[in-house]
């Protein structure tokens, strides 16, 4: 998979690209990304990326031409064009599932007030990653390229998110231990310990309803 990020912070990406899973899948080929300062393309002389709103108001606009610019140099007919903004559709696992299928993904990060809403005609699809605002899209775009990584085939053991998901029902992780088998007189579970794995998935499967039902039933409807 190609990711291309348009931004006018590349630097921010430092560190959450070059360690871990994000190296590899990148070493390995898996993904490649590339990060694009959308400034490069202004045509303002003063390389202004931004203005103040029409109709008055606090802050500044992101201008639609430096971006837009930016976006036709990169897009192909293969490309999925993602917004980053709080009012976004809701990010969740299945989107990411969904996204990670994709051959081409260009994914825009706002900053200042947020964006000249005609860039919209340019755009697939608009994403929040929460109910918060952030001072950007660059934290979103991380958290994207991330949960989307992980899920293209190879990067990790298959298993490891088959279990993150059930179709797109989405369950809470069941819990785990780790050595010693007391902690401070706190016991391992002992169906963990049975060598049974019939019981122990039936287990695992049990305590991850049990968690999701008590911490987040709207995840079960
Ligand atoms: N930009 C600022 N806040 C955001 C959020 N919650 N999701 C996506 N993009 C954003």
Redesign the pocket.
Known sequence: MKIDILTLFPNMFEGVFTESILKRAQESGKVTIELHDFREYTEDPHLKVDDTSFGGGAGMVLMCQPIVDCLEHIKTDDSKVIL???S?IP?KQKMAYDLSKEKHLIII??HYEGFDERILNFVDME???????????E??AMVLVDSITRLIPGVIREESHIEDSFNDKYLLDYPTYTKPRVYRGMEVPEVLISGDHAKVDKWRYEQALKKTEERRPDLLK
């Open positions: 980053l903004t709080p976004g990010y990060c706002g994403v929040s990653i929460g109910d918060y605002v952030l001072t950007g899209g934290i979103p």
